[in-house]
């Protein structure tokens, strides 16, 4: 009997997460995909927060027993009664009954805070930008969707900024893949879609073979290299992509991730599937970012390894 095949997306507050889950359900086919947020297992709305003086990062502000109850079940493909937190109102809207698709993705702020939650995810990806990137992403957001200045939105980042480093960065350990995105070094306040891309790969989850890349690019001027570092004390391979790698660079890079994997051929094929790597730049413009869509293949890839394997 098959399952839904399960994606984690973790990170801080305005961490990129919304924008990968998007740009991957739109490889995956929005039809085969349920995307549900963490943040609407908040125990408090936003007044009763402000109230008690608690912030939504920390885990008692959360039902996190509901929140591994409810992917238990669609672990197994039984649907949820799922609660529902609206982000521009600041409260609770009534429930909404979900029967999962064949992929479910789960984004959020605490998905990987207990051990029965970490447990129902086939891949778990974990995203880390530099503070001062994530920083003025969540100014950017804050103010222009959800009515905040950013005075407010700045003093709101340093009272989280406890619970952020108790709380939230510690998942960095459980998760499969972490993905940095970053300005290049001679452009540091480039926030738009010509940011570098920094994978670390645990071997948690067999990667494909990126040693292949050593073929086509001097490791150490390319805008593609490979490395083995070490990330949170244990060893890891690094990928890491620049914004302004070649069409033709990035094209070898993605076909060989998509080399064993049909459906991903035509992923691949911009022609077929032009919002790849595709995000919005600082003045609303689109942007081709060949970073983004080299991480959004790449989760793919493990989503449908998860689904040979389980399916």
Request: proline share 6%; net charge neutral; hydrophobic share 35%.
């Amino acid at each position: 009997m098959s399952r839904p095949i399960i994606l984690g997306i973790v990170g801080d507050s305005a961490a990129g997460k919304t924008t990968l889950t998007r740009g991957i359900a739109q490889v995956l086919g929005p039809e085969n995909v349920t995307i549900i947020c963490t943040d609407d297992y908040h125990k408090y709305d936003r007044k009763q927060r402000a109230e008690i003086g608690i912030t939504a990062l920390h885990p008692d502000c959360n039902y996190l027993d509901i929140m591994q109850q409810h992917l238990s079940l669609l672990r197994t493909g039984q649907p949820i009664l799922k609660p529902v937190y609206s982000h521009k109102t600041g409260t609770f809207e009534a429930p909404v009954y979900i029967k999962p698709n064949k992929f479910v993705i789960i984004e959020g702020l605490l998905g990987y805070s207990t051990r029965t939650a970490r447990d129902c995810y086939d891949v778990k990806v974990y995203l880390a930008p530099p503070e001062s990137l994530r920083a003025s992403w969540k100014v950017k957001r804050d103010t222009q969707k959800r009515g905040y200045t950013e005075e407010q939105v700045l003093a709101e980042l340093e009272k989280r900024e406890p619970d952020s480093e108790q709380f939230i960065r510690p998942q960095r350990q459980w998760s499969d893949i972490v993905v940095s995105f970053y300005p290049p070094s001679d452009d540091i306040n480039n926030t738009n879609g010509h940011l570098n891309v920094r994978l670390v790969l645990r071997p948690t989850i067999p990667h494909p073979d990126f040693t292949k890349i050593l073929d086509f690019c001097d490791n150490t001027v390319s805008a593609i290299r490979l490395g083995l570092d070490r990330d949170m004390g244990k060893p890891v391979d690094v990928l890491e992509v620049d914004g302004h790698a070649t069409l033709e660079q990035v094209n070898k890079l993605e076909h060989l991730i998509c080399s064993d994997m049909p459906y991903l051929k035509n992923v691949c094929n911009r022609e077929v599937n032009p919002e790849l790597g595709k995000v919005a730049g600082t003045t609303g413009e689109t942007i081709q970012s060949y970073p983004l869509a080299i991480t959004q293949l790449l989760t793919t890839y493990h989503i449908l390894k998860a689904t040979q394997i389980y399916q």
